[in-house]
């Protein structure tokens, strides 16, 4: 997780806190294994932890009743495990979890500037929604 802090919020967001995985995330992590609508992977990949990926479910509200949306909420893959399929098995595994538990709607978040996820997310059929503009 500190690699994807590092790598793409670092690098495209100077607001983000990059100390954030070494103070809060052991207890951010610990919170998502005992919710029922989280879902965290990790892939092992040949010289260990190659990627992880983590989901979640919106559950319906009064703007939009019925819809459950899974929520691509952090994904990375290491450098020298990117093109060998895994974010695809992970991306697989996570809408298969989505579907299972009822996900009628899928979201993910990336960086404008991050091309290289953009191109994997549509790929995987995902399609631009909505478009934040900040300064």
Do not use: I
């Not at 952090?74 to 809408?95: H, I, K, P």
């Not at 790929?123 to 503009?133: K, N, Q």
């Amino acid at each position: 997780m500190e690699a994807l802090f590092h790598e793409d919020g670092g690098r495209h967001d100077d607001r983000m806190d990059l100390a954030w995985p070494q103070r809060e995330g052991s207890a951010h992590y610990t919170t998502l294994l005992t919710d029922e609508d989280a879902l965290c992977l990790v892939a092992q990949g040949e010289h260990g932890v190659g990627g992880h990926l983590v989901g979640r479910l919106r559950r319906q509200d009064s703007l939009h009743p019925g819809a459950v949306t899974a929520v691509l909420e952090s994904m990375r893959v290491a450098v020298e495990e990117r093109r060998t399929g895994m974010g695809t098995a992970l991306v697989e595994r996570f809408d298969e979890w989505a579907k299972s538990n009822g996900a009628n709607g899928f979201e993910v978040t990336a960086y404008a500037a991050n091309t290289d996820a953009l191109a994997f997310y549509r790929r995987h059929g995902f399609r631009e929604f909505e478009v934040t503009l900040r300064r």
